[in-house]
């Protein structure tokens, strides 16, 4: 079963670092496109970053030059890397797999908090 689990939250300064990892894929590491989603409480969520099943990757503008979206094969995780955070960053992170006929994203995480401060 595809039970994605996020990783690397906390709390971190602004100009700081984190990375967030995502596990739990099973079968369809190498068969879905993959992102990274936040959401703020009374907000809307945000996609974040995507890697697309033809490998391509896009970003939101707002982390663009500071976010690196990148999957790892060998230990078959999904990760963020977060550079130059924000306070704007605070969020829920979440990751997810698998876009169905509507556009949404079919499996998700428990999310993992960032605060920037």
């Given at each position: 079963d595809v039970q994605l689990v996020e990783s690397g939250g906390g709390s971190v300064?602004?100009?700081?670092?984190l990375?967030?990892?995502?596990s739990g894929f099973a079968y369809v590491f190498t068969m879905c496109e993959m992102g990274w989603y936040r959401q703020v409480p009374g907000r809307e969520?945000?996609?974040?970053?995507?890697?697309?099943y033809?490998?391509?990757i896009s970003y939101a503008?707002?982390?663009k030059g500071r976010f690196i979206?990148?999957?790892?094969n060998d230990k078959r995780t999904?990760?963020?890397?977060?550079?130059?955070?924000?306070?704007e960053d605070t969020a829920s992170y979440y990751c997810a797999t698998c876009r169905v006929v509507d556009g949404s994203m079919r499996h998700w995480?428990?999310?993992?908090?960032?605060?920037?401060?």
């Open positions: 300064q602004a100009g700081g670092s990375k967030l990892s995502c969520r945000e996609e974040v970053a995507l890697i697309r033809n490998r391509s503008d707002s982390v979206i990148s999957k790892d999904l990760d963020l890397q977060m550079n130059d955070l924000k306070t995480g428990q999310g993992t908090q960032v605060t920037v401060s």
